[in-house]
């Protein structure tokens, strides 16, 4: 990929870095309320919205502005650089809408895609199981076939955002007499079904609940609310998963790169960087962190190749995870105790750090996808 941008990628990011500087979010909510929080981020998206950079690189046709996608990775390299929050719709913008566009129906499309841009309806995603995390094809809760639709029951849980969502990207059992990866459906599960789809958020290290369980009872879901076929959901969860390793990826290497610049500043304000421990660490994380930004745009090359994201995408999510982990331990050996005191940025950079080798796909899990689909090394067969 040639990484010089051309006029119209420097006209598109002019104009985004234009706008941004004069358009800042308000400041965010200090309380540590979170609903105080998401509804910042959720009116920052709808000011992005409004100005028609909610999400640039959808189609023009379902709001966005059809950029391609070296002008999408403009896009989160520019708000990156702004220090503007994620849209709260994160993984209606990043997931649901990406996989509606490839494997939903023309109706899907009009009814669901405009309201995850303008930040109307939330979305969150139901796919792990107290069972069932890294084998997804192992979940257990199931729909069955009533009348004109679905009577869903089980339990998910890790469910992020779900305490705010109006739709879940539900992958649930159809048919258990089919080998598991077979006997799936994708669903939009309305959350709005009172007693038979409850929320309990759980509580992490960071002190927030980002995350939820889900216990779904006789839960209906009407058959224009199936993506992608019955029995299809194995395929259509695969589009969600590489959408998110992927596009969320490219968003959070900007991210990182900004959480060194600001642990450089730490560090020079302590008189620290001509300490050679100290200046040999940050260098490590400089050289890992523009690996990393390499080989994110390296992606966009696979996608304009194959169409979609690819497999690559789990490369950039797994070093992503270890480098962030590296950093915020690397803060706490050079900031000292304000990192590993309670309500302090550092500290709970620290924390929160812990989740990232977990979410959206643990890094053993990578590494065997890495091994197997990239670099094409033998699957490893359980032993009898
Ligand atoms: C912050 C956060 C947010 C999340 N948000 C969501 C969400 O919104 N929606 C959602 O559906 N899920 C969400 N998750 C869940 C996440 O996707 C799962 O936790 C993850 O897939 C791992 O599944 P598990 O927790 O069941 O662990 P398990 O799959 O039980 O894994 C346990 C351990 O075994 C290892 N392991 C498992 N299989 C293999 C293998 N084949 N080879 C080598 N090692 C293996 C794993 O690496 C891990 O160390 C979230 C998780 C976190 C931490």
């Known amino acids: 990929m040639d990484l010089t941008f051309s006029e119209k990628e420097t006209a598109f990011r002019d104009e985004l870095r234009g706008w941004l500087s004069e358009n800042p979010p308000p400041p965010e909510p200090t309380e540590g309320d979170e609903d105080a929080n998401y509804a910042w981020r959720r009116d920052w998206q709808r000011t992005l919205y409004d100005a028609g ?20 990775a403009i896009y989160f390299e520019e708000i990156g650089r702004a ?40 979305w969150c995603q139901g796919f792990s199981e107290p069972d069932a995390g890294s084998d997804l094809a192992a979940l257990k809760t199931r729909a069955v076939k009533d009348g004109d639709g ?3 029951t089980g339990q998910k849980v890790w469910t992020s955002g779900a305490q705010h969502s109006k739709w879940c990207m539900l992958v649930a059992r159809t ?4 080998a598991k990866h ?31 369980e889900l216990f779904i009872e006789g ?9 992608g076929g019955v029995g299809n959901g194995w395929k259509v969860a695969l589009t969600t998963l590489m959408n998110e390793r992927a596009g969320l990826g490219f968003a959070l290497q900007v991210r990182l790169r900004h959480l060194l610049d600001d642990l450089f500043e730490a560090a020079a304000a302590r008189g620290l960087l001509d300490d050679p ?42 070093l992503w995870s270890d480098t962030n982990q590296r950093l915020t331990q690397a803060a706490a050996d050079i900031v000292g105790p304000e990192a590993l005191t309670g309500g302090t940025r550092w500290s709970y950079e620290l924390l929160r750090a812990r989740g990232n080798s977990i979410e959206g796909g643990t890094t053993e899990v990578l590494k065997n996808i890495v091994a197997e689909r990239v670099l094409g090394l033998p699957r490893l067969k359980a032993a009898a």
Not at 175 to 178: A, S, W, Y
Not at 187 to 200: A, H, I, S, Y
Not at 219 to 227: F, K, T
């Open 53 to 72: 950079w909610a999400a640039p690189g959808w189609p023009a046709e379902y709001g966005g502005r059809g950029a391609s996608l070296t002008e999408s």
């Open 83 to 122: 220090r503007v929050p994620l849209p709260a719709n994160v993984l209606g913008l990043l997931l649901g809408g990406p996989t509606l566009m490839v494997w939903g129906s023309d109706e899907q499309k009009d009814r669901f895609l405009p309201p995850i841009l303008s930040a109307e309806e939330i």
């Open 150 to 152: 679905w009577v869903v």
């Open 175 to 178: 048919d258990g007499d089919v």
């Open 182 to 212: 077979k006997g799936l459906t994708y669903f939009l599960m309305d959350m709005e079904q009172e007693g038979k789809v409850q929320v309990r958020p759980l509580r992490q290290i960071t002190g927030e609940s980002e995350f939820n």
């Open 219 to 227: 839960a209906r879901i009407p058959d224009d609310h199936v993506v």
């Open 277 to 318: 421990l100290v200046a040999d660490k940050l260098a490590d994380l400089h050289v890992r962190t523009e690996q990393i930004r390499l080989l994110a745009w390296k992606g966009l090359t696979d996608i304009e190749r194959y169409g979609q994201p690819g497999p690559e995408g789990s490369l950039v999510k797994w």
